[in-house]
């Protein structure tokens, strides 16, 4: 994907920040704020496998920051934003030991093991009932101080979002970008040309860990209770998954336009008429992708782009 | 601790370990025909536990026909699975797990909604065949290592199994050499699915159904899969399945002592730790080899 | 510019006897040809000296340094690049870019990103690719990938160059183009040994040409002279000159 020009990339944002000053119906303000959220965890997701790591376990992120920000800032007192932060700063955290693990493991191998973490971690969630309250879940959960809820979650989930979109495009112009781009093209060869991929690889598992903590902390003010198969549920894992492949994963847009798509036509077209097929969308493009579609949307865009 | 009921976790622990190697046999037959990892292994088994569960109440059949009703009424789904497998593209390892991924939760969200999200479990007579042995278990441990030994007896010495493994390690080479690739691959799957749903029959006589309860079978079979390949790693390919028997001997009694000394509780986290550090812990050309 | 020695280097793969106690020096700043039928221990030859595979016996020399077994990217520090028969490019990176990583990652560090870019479009124009720097590899040519691969190998600056088989299975012109290139490696200074199965992109620009045949160096010598070497003409009996 060449580089879009970056004034209509302003106007559309300018443009998505206009609906709730016009008095838009929350319920379609909630919908796109989810629809915002999902972007993001697509986008994170999307960062990884960029550079060239699959991962079939980001629901462990996810969950981690619901939990680290809904009992900092229900249990230690925490203002919300700093709980929100912190949580982020937890998602990397969380995400250091696949990070470290992709020295040793990649491609099938890794994918298995993030797999396998994920649920190490809904389990431990569920287990360890002192801390995180057990199956019962986490009730009461303090909600960011934005006024108005539906609009302020609107333009939260968009401005990360968009801060998302900003940091990854500029990481990606950067040497970290080329290493990423490297690593995932050939590794074998990156190393014969100097490249470490070990640190690398780190960072992007602690990038897209982090943001999609972010992502799981917003869930939980907006939503206000979480529970271990609420928020590190295999459908967080799968889901950003299916997203970010059908869009395109190693595109900058793709993931979050994938995500988009997707959770509109299930939300908005699928839910209120066909409710019990409301999941049609994403195992269609899973099917799509992994039968016909390997580089998912913006493959297309690019054959009809020219080589 | 006392004796007995070491004793009564060991023997516990061997029966179990003997029945997750069965389990597992339906994954790794897959893998080894086609290099996909199945990740709705897990679901399958289950889905054959409950058409079991549902049969018996609505026919009120015994356990023991219930076994091969499943079995047989599984092999539909795994023929279906053996066409959307078979187009997976390359790499198939990573591509195969998206694909299965989604099944997988795609089932679960179906059996959510048929049998909704209580423990069921299919009744069978009381009794112990020994102390801390339920008849229930010794029956799934003896079918496992009927089934198992069986299996390796057709694939070692009957044409069949030479057949099989030859598709396994090269198929084009056997279409080559006359081989119906396809026909070994339906087959294949067929079976799979079948062992399958006879093993989630039987694992309902013992634990509880219920949707969720995929996850841990899968995790357990790929555990099982990389664990029991080592033999074969390490250069003595002739018995393949008893390197699975061996490795799922193993973790059986593991569980059992760590229950025995621990408590239930943390059961499920054991699994999933358990193939995190095999993951880790195996050789490293074998996965470099898997990977790139 | 380095200067490489073999010091009867052997390896047996099994039973099958690759390199026979095979003693060769390249000296610093020479193009140096590596000819042979298919078979005869080039690919291996470049494989042990490039830490693919460790010899079964003898010791290999990097100047005074024994680089004998050591890992690839150890001796990519060291200043050894390599191109391989198949091009191992970043598929779907642009050309550019593909050179930019060696650059990047290379021996020569922290240099401005704009330096960094002007020296990968000058490492195409080196092989004659600069037309095609945007393009992604896949949408390149055979003969553009294996310039390009060459390119690649020049990003981290190497002293000692193994290029295999640059200009195998391309047209007339291809193969003229890749004989600008050695051309231009000559005069940039670079040790180069190279394997070619066929004389002649190299014809005009090496300094000397070594023989390969069944493990053994069977002719050493300038090109005008070993190429009328009758034991050369024996070992090529059956391929095309």
Sequence with gaps: MTAVPLAAVAALALALAVPPLVGFDPYYLYVLGTGWLWATLACAWGLLAFAGQVSFGHAAYFGAGAYASALLSQSAGWHPWLALGAAGLVGAAVAVPMGLGARRLGGAPLALATFAYAEVCRLVALNWTALTGGGAGLVGIPSLPLGRERVGHYYVALGVLVAALVIVAGLRRTPVGLAWAAIRERESRAELLGLTPAPYKLLAFACSGALTALGGALFAHAVRYIEPDLVFGRGLSLLPLVMATFGGAHSLLGPPAGALMLYLLSEVVLQPTLPRLHQLPYAMALVLVVLVLPRGLAGIARRVEGP | MSLTTLGEAVVAGLANGAFYAFLALGFVAIFSLTRALNLAHGELVLLGGYVGYAAGRAWGLPTALLVPLSAAALVPVGLVWRVLIARVREPVELNSMVLTFGLSLLLQNAMLGAWAADYRLIATGPGAVVPGLSTARAAGALVALVTILGLEIVLTRTRWGTVLRATSRDAEAAALLGVNVDRVGLATFAVAAAIAGAGGVLFATVHYLHPGGGVELTLLAITLAIVGQLPAAAGRRRQPLLGLLAAGLAVGLVEALTLAAAGPRWRELVVALSLLAVLFAAPGPAERGAAR | ?241
């Design chain 3, 1 to 241: 510019m380095a200067r490489l020695v073999l010091d009867r280097v052997s390896k047996r793969f099994g039973g099958v006897h690759a390199l026979r106690e095979l003693t060769l020096a390249v000296e610093s700043g020479s193009l140096v040809a590596l000819l042979g039928p298919n078979g005869a221990g080039k690919t291996t030859l470049f494989d042990v000296v490039s830490g693919l595979v460790p010899p079964t016996s003898g010791r290999v020399h990097l100047d005074d340094v024994d680089i004998t077994g050591l890992l690839p990217h150890r001796l990519a520090a060291l200043g050894l690049g390599r191109t391989f028969q198949v091009a191992r490019l970043f598929p779907e990176l642009p050309a550019v870019e593909n050179v930019l990583v060696g650059v990047t990652f290379g021996r020569p560090r922290g240099q401005p990103a704009a330096e960094r870019r002007r020296r990968a479009e000058r490492l195409l124009r080196v092989v004659g690719l600069e037309a095609r720097s945007r393009a992604r590899a896949t949408a390149l040519s055979l003969g553009e990938q294996k310039r390009l691969e060459l390119a690649c190998a020049l990003g981290p600056e190497p002293r000692l160059l193994l290029v295999d088989e640059l200009g195998s299975g391309l047209s007339p012109r291809g193969r003229a183009e890749v004989a600008r290139c050695y051309a231009r490696l000559r005069e940039r200074g670079v040790t180069v040994l190279a394997i070619e199965h066929a004389f002649g992109p190299l014809s005009e620009v090496a300094d000397r040409v070594v023989v390969l045949d069944q493990g053994e160096i069977v002719a050493d010598g300038r090109p005008a002279d070993v190429l009328a070497s009758p034991r050369v003409v024996d070992a090529y009996l059956g391929d095309e000159p």
